[in-house]
């Protein structure tokens, strides 16, 4: 976690996965896993870096932002971001 003012920040992937399943068709469409960038900030950030670990299912409602900047070879970088308004955890991590 980073602090941006004195305001907790935590900033992670998230994956998203749909299973497996038959097209209209009866063709075969392969799971599919989609990662998505989130950010948390204040209350939300620091509950994320006490409770929220690989694994931790997760509910989360958010606006999504696109973020750009000229990396070091001058290079302009875009990323998409969802940054987080809600979230609830449905099921912590099976410890290991």
Do not use: C
Request: charged share 30%.
């Amino acid at each position: 976690m980073r602090h941006v003012d004195r305001i907790p920040v935590a900033e992670f992937s998230l994956a998203t996965t749909d299973p497996a399943h038959a097209g209209p068709n009866g063709t075969m469409i392969p799971e599919r896993t989609e990662w998505h960038n989130l950010v948390m900030w204040g209350d939300k950030a620091e509950l994320a870096e006490r409770y929220i670990r690989k694994g931790t299912k997760l509910y989360v409602e958010g606006r999504l932002r696109y973020r750009t900047w000229q990396d070091h070879n001058a290079i302009k970088r875009t990323v998409a971001e969802v940054a987080v308004e809600k979230v609830e955890i449905l099921q912590r991590a099976a410890s290991s």
